[in-house]
């Protein structure tokens, strides 16, 4: 049936003297035993680990109950041998199993020659072995039974096999067990094992399954110990790769509302065309002509009188008249021919019949046999049972359709592929009725035919067994061999066992560093993780790295009795860091790391300075080779360098949350005297990183979280992302974007799918490893960005033109674990954004979307945050992996000179839709066609470049559009000698003012707070950015006026309170206007052309941004970068080189005939652009 012909085919009960022979000699070894203990009770002791009251029977006792069991007696069957292994074990597969039962009935192949049977436990090892079976094939759900395996065939001193473990492949809608499948069989709800809807391989061949296709679908399934539960929908996509290239295309339409289509002017004929479109070694047909044609009602009802349609397979008919009947319904159309007209575009496609000759045809169509997607470990499967899950549909098809023969796969066309279940017969002489062809309909891994319910993690778990589940956790590191046990030694101390683990970690680092084979490799690996679980097993804690050193300091004593009694113990050949030969070499260290600093402070010669790095590193290596010990530098400057750390962390904590030193007397914060140290303690222009982190903790932007480059993002700024989300979505819903959300957690092999795009990103997934305290089988990804995780969801969605365009867009999370000095807001590891992703029909519409979406992010930056951006097209190097080009908006910090990647907008075209298959058909032609794709971002991140652009060295300054209060108003001149009646009417006064702003749109708020000073909100308010500040006292309310304060200039000015609306929005106006010049005369003045490498170099040291001819190379690209770096004496901590920002779409100039690269080492003359260069976040 699956063309697989084994070179032998045996049989257990071939073996069953020597089975017989081996029991006997267990009994005799005293390794087994016969009990007669019931069933039930049995259980029970096993479960409570006591053991049976024949567990001790000496042997001619065993072998007396034995005979009774070889001759069949009443006495005999109620016994069976058991293994005698360890009744305490923590494995229930250890606990004395049963190896031999007795039974009178007859066997099927061996008669009543025999008495008694081996159960499966007892014989698949033994056969296995005798057999010469190299690598035994076992689910995951034997693996507690491995052990009792490998017991067996070391106690009878038998070749041991390698166990290969797999998991089962469980799939939706449907059942495996071959219970409950025959239960369906008796029970008359399908028609037998062969039943199309059956799991079964005679079922799924009967449904058009073909061997190829499912050899094609295991092979790509490989080896797994993941339970995984799938749809049907991955392995009939599989064989539909397999069947469509040859299947032969025939047409048929419903017997049920057929129409009739009168062709004017036609005379009956035949022509011949090709059974296959794109295959012609398939053959011809002949497809009948007529006047008289039939089509399917749904397509009449589609017809437009006037208008041509396309009648497959023979041309263009002019609708000349349609009839209906009273209901409205098509009863016949007329038609004229316009067969020289070939412009097949929008028109209707129709098929079609002659009206003679037809052949009577059944379609069937199944559905699955469980109605519920996935079955929980509690659910009675007799409860989800599906109903009419069979449908037969009468059809007239094609003449050609006589010939097919059982088994024979075709497809009607605009209906699917369908096998021949029952050939055409023709008329009988006993029933005078002529046999339909019945045709099976064929998955195509497209069209669901139930909705699923969810195929979650947790119902997938809850379907598992006990042992699956243990099993799914452990994932590959689980497999094990007969080697492996017999090397690992079970008894080690923990000592050894750490001084294991560090060798075995020694080996593995070597491997890497070696560049070794991945299957080396992981080789090396599994035995550490073997290592570690036996290290766990022995001390109930799992290894950590300083395990070996603490080991041997505290069983220095058993380490001594060991040697006292003979036990050879290998020395390491390291010291300890305290040893006087470590110390001195670390003196030596120390003093020429100190000389390469002052080499590098002092302008040294290129030459001098890496003589003396590689005389450091020499150094550092025999440090190392003596100690074992990296050494990252001078310990004493280490030293120093953590504590000037551990104090600035103090200080950022004290001044955080309010607290000097002068307030804490022996760790106890005093109340005497309030002190709060409000301002900020750094300049921008001295301590740029120090002056950031004030600002955003100050401002109550941030607040600092204990997992490294997470962060909380406090109400002030979730109200700027609030600012710029309800903006953007607005603005991409007037486009047609819909929002959506998908799951954060992607699997590996989805991840993996598209390699060329993860391969960027790959340093900086997260991954899932562990569940609770188990390991999970395979690692889940936190996404980095969303295409494997959408895409798959595109390819089942789209199915026509009718589907597209389609936009979808999410507001989420993304995780990307970077290590390189984490920044709140520019870099941190998690962070919010929305991600767009679109697919198209063509390349213009999806590429006109690129530009429209970098518009979107354009007015952002510059009508939301007050930012001018520089708007570009990245370079090969810097363009979205996987992707065809890459838009984006450039910031530029003046501070730094740096720049920094405010969106992108990238254009995909066809290379994620040609990796997940995400396909439409062609109106014209009905021919599959890859979707053109756009994905687009834009994250907190901008967040981080208003703070860097407009905050001074007061503190934050919100541009006002994006500002969570816009006026801030204070009541002011509040003394002891004001009385309650004026503090009202005062407080009142500004009640009234903030609720007139408010009426107006203007986001206001009154600081009514009596335990501040006016001063100390001045400063509150001005640290945190409030645009405008409204103060209001008793003179100001005599004389009907407010003092407005602008927070970018400091300005005051007095207003009326009658203009208090139109001066407030003037300011808020002109303050964001402000902002804006005030950035765009820094980027005017510091983007510069440079057709120079040297005046390149000196500009980018000015902290300028740089428009240069530049050839695109990306080898060109890293040349720069390397050739522009400074050293660390540079100042200003802008260390790294230049790197392309993007190719601006509005240069500063044109290249000329004689420019060539700006590389001095470049001389490529052709396809130069002026190309935006800068040092960047």
């Known amino acids: ?569 290998s020395v390491s050949n390291t010291v300890g860091i305290d040893h006087e030969d470590a110390v001195s070499l670390r003196a030596k260290v120390d003093a020429q790391g100190e000389r390469v600093r002052k080499l590098k402070s002092s302008a040294g010669s290129r030459d001098d300075v890496n003589e003396a790095v590689q005389t450091l590193l020499s150094l550092k290596a025999q440090y190392k080779a003596l100690t074992g010990h990296d050494l990252a530098g001078g310990e004493s400057r280490k030293s120093a360098k953590g504590e000037g750390k551990k104090k600035k962390e103090a200080k950022a904590q004290g001044s955080a949350s309010g607290e000097t030193e002068a307030q804490k007397v022996d760790g106890v914060c005093s109340t005497a005297k309030k002190t709060t140290r409000l301002g900020l303690e750094a300049a921008k222009e001295e301590d740029l990183s120090d002056w950031y982190s004030q600002v955003i903790t100050k401002a109550e932007m941030i607040e600092y979280y204990d997992v490294s480059g997470c962060y909380i993002l406090r109400p002030w700024a979730f109200a700027v992302w609030e600012s710029i989300t309800a903006f953007f979505d607005t603005e991409i819903k007037k486009l047609g974007v819909q929002n959506c959300y998908f799951p954060m957690f992607v699997s590996q092999s989805a991840l993996n799918k598209e390699k060329t795009h993860i391969a960027d990103f790959s340093p900086e997934v997260a991954w899932v490893t562990k569940s609770g305290d188990t390991e999970m089988s395979e690692p889940i990804a936190i996404r980095p960005t969303s295409e494997t995780v959408m895409y798959p969801s595109f390819a089942k969605w789209i199915k026509s033109h009718r589907d597209l365009p389609m936009r979808l867009n999410q507001w989420c999370n993304v995780v990307r674990w970077e290590f390189k000095h984490p920044q709140p807001f520019l870099r941190t590891r998690e962070f919010l954004w929305q991600e767009g992703h679109s697919a198209f029909a063509s390349r213009a519409e999806a590429e006109e979307e690129v530009y429209c979406i970098l518009q979107l992010y354009r007015r952002v930056y510059e009508e939301l945050l007050a930012i001018p951006v520089v708007p570009g097209r990245k370079t090969e190097k810097e363009k979205f992996a996987g992707g065809d080009f890459t838009t984006t908006v450039e910031v530029y910090v003046p501070i730094n000179g740096r720049g920094l990647q405010g969106a992108t907008s990238h254009h995909l075209g066809q290379n994620f839709s040609k990796m997940f298959e995400i396909t439409f058909d062609k109106p014209e032609t009905n021919e599959k066609a890859f979707v053109h794709q756009n994905s687009w971002g834009l994250s907190t991140r901008s967040i981080g470049a208003m703070v860097l652009l407009h905050a001074d060295n007061v503190g934050l300054i919100l541009p006002p559009n994006v500002a969570a209060v816009q006026a801030i108003i204070i009541p002011c001149g509040v003394t002891v000698t004001t009385t309650e009646n004026e503090r009202k009417t005062l407080y009142k006064k500004c009640d009234e003012y903030e609720e007139t702003l408010r009426a107006a749109g203007i986001k206001s708020r009154g600081d009514y707070r009596d335990n501040y000073s006016p001063g100390w909100k001045f400063n509150h308010w001005e640290l945190k950015g409030v645009p405008v500040r409204i103060e209001i006292g008793p003179r100001d309310l005599k004389e009907k006026q407010a003092v407005a304060v602008r927070r970018d200039t400091a300005e005051k000015l007095v207003v009326r309170e009658a203009d208090i609306v139109g001066e407030v929005t003037r300011l808020l106006r002109d303050i964001h206007v402000n902002l804006f010049d005030r950035a765009k005369a820094a980027l005017d003045a510091n983007m510069v052309v440079c057709r120079d490498w040297k005046e390149f170099v000196e500009k980018l040291d000015l902290k300028c941004i740089i428009q240069a001819p530049f050839c695109g190379q990306p080898d060109c690209e890293d040349n720069i970068k390397r050739d522009s770096a400074k050293d660390e004496s540079s100042a200003g901590g802008a260390l790294m080189g230049a790197k392309s920002l993007c190719v601006p779409f509005e240069p500063l100039a044109v290249p000329q005939p004689w420019e060539k690269c700006i590389h001095p080492e470049c001389h490529r003359k052709e396809s130069l652009l002026y190309t935006l260069f800068g040092r960047s976040y």
């Open 1 to 569: 049936m699956l063309q697989i012909r084994p070179d032998v085919f045996s049989h257990t009960s071939d073996h069953f003297d020597l089975l017989l022979s081996y029991c006997e000699s267990m009994l005799r070894d005293s390794l087994a035993y016969c009990d007669d203990t019931d069933a039930g009770t049995m259980k029970q002791e096993r479960e409570q680990r006591k053991e049976s009251k024949n567990r001790h029977n000496n042997v001619d006792m065993n072998l007396k109950m034995w005979k009774e069991m070889l001759k069949g007696s009443e006495f005999g069957k109620s016994c069976c041998v058991r293994a005698k292994i360890d009744m305490q074990s923590a494995n229930g597969c250890m606990r004395d199993p049963t190896i031999y039962r007795c039974k009178t009935e007859a066997h099927i192949r061996t008669g009543t020659k025999y008495k008694v049977y081996p159960t499966y436990d007892f014989a698949c090892p033994i056969v296995d072995s005798v057999e010469g079976v190299t690598h035994a094939l076992r689910t995951t759900e034997y693996h507690d039974r491995d052990e009792q395996y490998y017991w067996f065939l070391d106690r009878l001193q038998l070749r041991k096999p390698y166990v290969w473990e797999y998991s089962r492949l469980n799939m939706t809608n449907t059942v495996l067990s071959k219970r409950k499948l025959t239960w369906f069989v008796a029970e008359g709800l399908v028609n037998g094992w062969d039943d199309p809807r059956f799991p079964t391989v005679r079922g799924v061949l009967r449904r058009g399954m073909t061997v190829e296709g499912l050899k094609q679908f295991i092979v790509a399934q490989g080896s797994s110990r993941s339970v995984v539960t799938m749809e049907w929908d991955k392995i009939w996509a599989f064989n539909k790769k397999v069947i469509d290239p040859v299947a032969p295309r025939f047409t048929a339409v419903e017997a049920e509302g057929v129409v009739r289509v009168r062709a004017e002017g036609v005379r009956r004929g035949s022509i011949e065309v090709p059974k296959h479109p794109k295959n012609e070694a398939v053959g011809t047909k002949t497809v009948f002509l007529g006047p008289d044609v039939l089509i399917d009602g749904v397509d009449a009802e589609a017809l437009v009188e006037g208008r041509n349609a396309t009648f497959i397979n023979w041309g263009n008919l002019t609708i000349s008249k349609i009839e209906r009947d009273a209901g409205g319904r098509v009863t016949s159309v007329c038609t004229k021919l316009d067969l020289d007209n070939k412009d097949y575009k929008k028109t209707a496609k129709i098929t079609w019949l002659c009206a003679e000759p037809l052949v009577r045809c059944t379609c069937v169509y199944y559905d699955h046999i469980i109605g519920k997607a996935v079955l929980d470990r509690d659910d009675d499967f007799r409860n989800y049972v599906a109903k009419n899950t069979k449908t037969e549909v009468e059809m007239l098809g094609d003449p050609e359709l006589r010939h097919l023969k059982k088994g024979d796969i075709i497809q009607l066309q605009r209906r699917g592929f369908f096998i021949c279940d029952s050939p055409y017969e023709p008329l009988s002489r006993y029933t005078s009725c002529e046999s339909p062809v019945i045709l099976i309909h064929v998955p195509d891994g497209h069209t669901k035919q139930l909705p699923t319910l969810g195929l979650k993690a947790e119902k997938e778990r809850r379907q598992m067994t006990g042992n699956e589940q243990s099993q799914n956790s452990l994932g590959t590191f689980a497999e094990r061999s007969p080697k492996r046990e017999t090397t690992a030694s079970e008894s080690m101390s923990k000592v050894e066992l750490a001084a294991s683990i560090q060798e075995q970690g020694d080996r593995v680092r070597r491997s890497k560093a070696e560049k070794a084979s991945k299957e080396v490799v992981a080789a090396e690996v599994k035995i550490l993780l073997d290592l570690k679980s036996q290290y766990k097993a022995a001390t109930g804690s799992d290894w950590q790295p300083q395990t070996a050193s603490s080991a041997r300091i505290t069983n220095r004593d058993e380490d001594v009795k060991r040697e006292s009694k003979g036990v050879q113990m």
